[in-house]
């Protein structure tokens, strides 16, 4: 009777098994790749025809740009009007054309910017705006999935080295039975440039760098596993 107790026991104790459920995350330091800019073109003018005439300079310029990617290209054009003693009062016309250029080239940036700020200075208005902002360094899709993927193949590697590891110290087969990975994209907020007029003027006089510090981010991904250990 004795005997059959102890068996029992001893089956009991090596039959035992449990899984583990936890998290970790992985990351890599980078320096962002990509310069980019938001651009706000406005012109007053007393007729639809004037307007369009210096916005199509622009758009001239645009097209023969080269080493910059230009998106998200939008042109608005509509009646201004004053308002005095209740009344509306017309005062021309107003074109607005905004869009967004970005390079992996900072000389690119600033060479596109200047010739940009030359362009609006040989115009000679009073009427025309030039608006530069946020002018800011990003990481592009093409960095963000190459450091992606090499912390996607780091996490497997040490999570196969990990079981083996708690494997031979527990004296237990523990086995990778789920990995669950998650990109984040909690990037910390690039340092941005907005140049004003009289910034513009310096700037398109000087020729020189307006490009903000390039600070480095962490691309990183959080993982959850679970092994089964018996």
């Known amino acids: 009777?004795?005997?059959?107790?102890?068996?029992?026991?001893?089956?009991?104790?090596?039959?035992?098994?449990?899984?583990?459920?936890?998290?970790?995350?992985?990351?890599?330091?980078?320096?962002?790749?990509?310069?980019?800019?938001?651009?706000n073109i406005s012109i007053l003018k007393k007729d639809e025809k004037s307007v369009n005439i210096e916005i199509e300079k622009f758009n001239s310029f645009l097209k023969n740009t080269k080493n910059i990617t230009i998106k998200n290209t939008n042109y608005?054009?509509?009646?201004?009007?004053?308002?005095?003693?209740?009344?509306?009062?017309?005062?021309?016309?107003?074109?607005?054309?905004?869009?967004?250029?970005?390079?992996?080239?900072?000389?690119?940036?600033?060479?596109?910017?200047?010739?940009?700020m030359s362009l609006k200075d040989s115009i000679k208005s009073d009427d025309l705006k030039l608006n530069i902002s946020n002018l800011s360094w990003e990481i592009s899709n093409k960095l963000q999935t190459k450091v992606t993927d090499e912390l996607r193949l780091e996490t497997l590697i040490w999570?196969?080295?990990?079981?083996?590891?708690?494997?031979?110290?527990?004296?237990?087969k523990c086995e990778v039975k789920n990995v669950n990975i998650q990109e984040d994209f909690s990037y910390a907020t690039p340092r941005a440039k907005m140049l004003s007029s009289p910034m513009l003027d310096s700037v398109s006089s000087s020729n020189s760098d307006i490009a903000p510090l390039n600070d480095e981010q962490t691309i990183k991904i959080n993982t959850n596993f679970i092994l089964d250990c018996k």
Do not use: H
């Not at 009007?81 to 000389?107: E, H, M, P, T, V």
């Not at 999570?159 to 237990?172: G, H, N, P, V, W």
């Open 1 to 39: 009777m004795k005997k059959i107790v102890a068996t029992t026991l001893f089956l009991g104790v090596f039959a035992f098994s449990y899984e583990l459920n936890f998290s970790k995350s992985f990351g890599k330091i980078v320096a962002s790749d990509t310069l980019a800019t938001n651009v």
């Open 159 to 172: 999570i196969e080295d990990y079981a083996k590891e708690l494997s031979s110290k527990i004296t237990k």
């Open 76 to 116: 608005n054009l509509s009646p201004r009007y004053d308002y005095a003693n209740n009344k509306s009062i017309f005062k021309g016309y107003s074109g607005d054309l905004r869009f967004s250029a970005k390079s992996q080239d900072a000389k690119a940036i600033n060479s596109f910017l200047a010739d940009l």
